[in-house]
């Protein structure tokens, strides 16, 4: 069974820097594109950043040159590095593996970024 599980989300102050981490459980991972995505209050669910098997990174516009993603196959983990974090950058962050027709979802990890 595959499972997601993220972690190191938390409350920053505007202008820090949070790593989030996105562990696979399972042998599917190093096989399939990674996504981040993040659902803020009142908000639709949203795509933040995409890395592909071969190490290809897409980001959306209002996250460029402040997030990373990355990924490690020996790990089985894909991360986000969020750098110059925003207020409006709150939200849960929620990582996703799309595996043929199967989807699968972690459970999120919530970033506060207030004062």
């Known amino acids: 069974q595959v499972q997601l599980v993220e972690s190191g989300g938390g409350l920053v102050q505007p202008g820090g820097s949070l790593r989030l981490s996105c562990v696979v459980s399972g042998s599917i991972f190093s096989t399939n594109p990674m996504r981040w995505y993040r659902q803020g209050p009142g908000k639709q669910r949203e795509l933040v950043a995409g890395?592909?098997?071969?190490?290809?990174?897409y980001y959306a516009d209002s996250v460029k040159g402040r997030f990373t993603i990355s990924r490690d196959n020996a790990k089985n983990t894909v991360y986000l590095q969020m750098n110059s974090l925003k207020p409006e950058d709150t939200a849960v962050y929620y990582c996703r593996l799309l595996s043929g027709v199967d989807i699968y979802w972690g459970q999120g990890t919530q970033v506060t970024v207030s004062s």
């Open positions: 890395i592909s098997t071969g190490g290809n990174t």
